[in-house]
């Protein structure tokens, strides 16, 4: 399996742009994070979705933010409008439901809003 | 609410010599911990773990220390290398999902 694979690796775009970042789990890995990490913040968990529904929505920071899971095999984690505020790295992370299993992440989307 | 905690941002060892990075946690419903490890431009991987019922596990030059009643855990890596260099996170699963530190950046000098 070649890992949790997200897309792109590096975006940069003008504020009040929409910006999409995507993602694709481990085969089987049926629960799907996403994260954001800043200086400030660390890691913080923004979503997860367990079997395609979304579970913990809270750490979602603003309305200008929203993800899907239309299917098993595919995420997106939309920002619209983006702020320079947003710049940050974004990680995908999957992991198997059942037990204390651990996660396993993306490389990450490096965010740049100017 | 921080409920686990990495109070060091870093630490800075000597090639061959012991680094402990430590964490703490609020949460005395916890009962499973994790150590992430990080390299620049790339995503946390997994390092190792530790269950409530033990306070050890040893996995080569890596061994987690668990005190329950301390609420606290620590990462040994002896003897430390360059290569070790890199953002540990200790992670704690609560409700289905990871909950990390904030980190600790590891600098392994030769």
């Known amino acids: 399996d070649a890992g949790v694979i997200q897309s792109p690796r590096h975006e940069v775009t003008e504020m009040g742009q929409e910006v999409t970042l995507r993602c694709k789990p481990i085969s089987g890995h049926n629960s799907l994070f996403w994260y954001r990490q800043t200086m400030m913040r660390g890691l913080e968990l923004l979503i997860y979705?367990?079997?395609?529904?979304?579970?913990?929505d809270s750490g979602m920071p603003e309305d200008r933010f929203s993800a899907k899971m239309p299917n098993a095999s595919f995420s997106t984690l939309k920002i619209q409008p983006s702020e320079p505020r947003d710049s940050a790295v974004y990680f995908c992370?999957?992991?198997?439901?059942?037990?204390?299993?651990?996660?396993?992440f993306g490389q990450g989307t490096r965010l740049t809003v100017v | 609410d921080q409920q686990v905690k990495q109070n060091s941002p870093s630490l800075s060892v000597q090639e061959g010599r012991i680094s402990i990075l430590n964490c703490d946690y609020t949460?005395?419903?916890?009962?499973?911990f994790l150590w992430y490890k990080k390299y620049p431009a790339e995503g946390p991987t997994f390092l190792i773990s530790i269950s409530s019922i033990k306070d050890k596990n040893e996995d080569g030059r890596f061994t987690v220390f668990l005190n329950k009643s301390a609420k606290h855990l620590s990462l040994h890596i002896v003897p430390s290398q360059p290569g070790d260099s890199a953002v540990y996170f200790c992670a704690a699963p609560r409700q289905g999902n990871l909950i990390f530190g904030k980190g600790t950046k590891l600098s392994v000098k030769p």
């Open positions: 979705f367990n079997n395609n529904v979304p579970i913990d």
């Open positions: 992370a999957t992991k198997t439901q059942v037990g204390n299993t651990e996660a396993f």
């Open positions: 949460n005395s419903m916890f009962d499973y």
